[in-house]
């Protein structure tokens, strides 16, 4: 449902068996398949918590980005396992949108040139691979050994992080872009600006439709930003214990 009355007044955390629990009050959250809502880590739990507890009057279940992500994680409503994921998240390479150029306008392929080009020259560079770009309807040809790099560093990740990945893909409609958010690269603001550039072309000569425009680039970057927060939470432990096995 997309909002419902507020019926708690508490929201807590807890450790289980299985992990960290959210407590309504003396209620435990469950999944909406009525499974036990359990976090693989604290960091995550207060995160999620935080989302139910910044709910005023109405519990509005579409601005609650984490909780979505960990009951898709917990649920698995299409039942895939990490190779499909993964695959899944390669094959947007194919539709990337820094890597559909246009001829014309003139300014508008210089402006794609200028903004897309030193994120994607960083992708060859950061993942030692070849990925180009195309104004072709087709697109470029990515070659099977860059496809195959990527499915290797996307494997680095468990199940939650891969979620969170594929959920900020979605998003930005790019795994390029995805990548350098959630390396870091590039800042919410600018991944969400260069995966809307034509949009924001088009409204920077034609105007914009009042309110819309602005709800539609909050609302993106909140996702985005969510998505990006979930994959480094979900990573944390692991990064944590590298850095340990490390020192």
């Given at each position: 449902?997309?909002?419902?009355?507020?019926?708690?007044?508490?929201?807590?955390?807890?450790?289980?068996?299985?992990?960290?629990?959210?407590?309504?009050?003396?209620?435990?959250?469950?999944?909406?398949?009525?499974?036990?809502?359990?976090?693989?880590?604290?960091?995550?739990?207060?995160?999620?918590?935080?989302?139910?507890?910044?709910?005023?009057?109405?519990?509005?279940?579409?601005?609650?980005?984490?909780?979505?992500?960990?009951?898709?994680?917990?649920?698995?409503?299409?039942?895939?396992?990490?190779?499909?994921?993964?695959?899944?998240?390669?094959?947007?390479?194919?539709?990337?949108?820094?890597?559909?150029?246009?001829?014309?306008?003139?300014?508008?392929?210089?402006?794609?040139?200028?903004?897309?080009?030193?994120?994607?020259?960083?992708?060859?560079?950061?993942?030692?691979?070849?990925?180009?770009?195309?104004?072709?309807?087709?697109?470029?040809?990515?070659?099977a050994s860059t496809k195959e790099t990527f499915v290797?560093?996307?494997?680095?990740?468990?199940?939650?992080?891969?979620?969170?990945?594929?959920?900020?893909?979605?998003?930005?409609?790019?795994?390029?872009?995805?990548?350098?958010?959630?390396?870091?690269?590039?800042?919410?603001?600018?991944?969400?600006?260069?995966?809307?550039?034509?949009?924001?072309y088009q409204i920077q000569r034609w105007g914009n439709?009042?309110?819309?425009?602005?709800?539609?680039?909050?609302?993106?970057?909140?996702?985005?930003?969510?998505?990006?927060?979930?994959?480094?939470?979900?990573?944390?432990?692991?990064?944590?214990?590298?850095?340990?096995?490390?020192?």
């Amino acid at each position: 449902p997309p909002e419902r009355k507020r019926f708690y007044q508490n929201v807590s955390i807890s450790q289980g068996e299985g992990g960290f629990e959210i407590n309504l009050d003396h209620r435990k959250l469950k999944t909406p398949q009525a499974k036990l809502f359990t976090v693989p880590n604290e960091a995550l739990a207060i995160a999620v918590a935080t989302e139910w507890d910044s709910q005023k009057d109405t519990i509005k279940f579409y601005t609650m980005h984490l909780t979505t992500l960990c009951n898709t994680a917990l649920d698995n409503p299409t039942q895939r396992n990490k190779t499909q994921l993964i695959r899944a998240a390669v094959k947007f390479l194919e539709t990337d949108t820094v890597c559909y150029r246009v001829e014309e306008p003139a300014a508008l392929a210089e402006l794609q040139k200028n903004e897309w080009d030193p994120v994607v020259a960083w992708a060859e560079k950061r993942y030692n691979v070849a990925i180009g770009s195309s104004t072709s309807i087709l697109g470029p040809n990515i070659p099977a050994s860059t496809k195959e790099t990527f499915v290797s560093h996307l494997a680095s990740y468990n199940m939650w992080a891969l979620q969170g990945i594929e959920y900020v893909i979605t998003q930005l409609k790019s795994l390029i872009l995805s990548l350098g958010l959630i390396d870091r690269h590039i800042t919410v603001e600018k991944a969400v600006l260069l995966s809307r550039l034509e949009e924001e072309y088009q409204i920077q000569r034609w105007g914009n439709v009042e309110w819309a425009h602005d709800y539609d680039l909050c609302e993106l970057r909140a996702r985005a930003a969510a998505g990006t927060l979930f994959v480094h939470l979900c990573s944390e432990s692991l990064t944590v214990k590298h850095k340990l096995l490390q020192d």
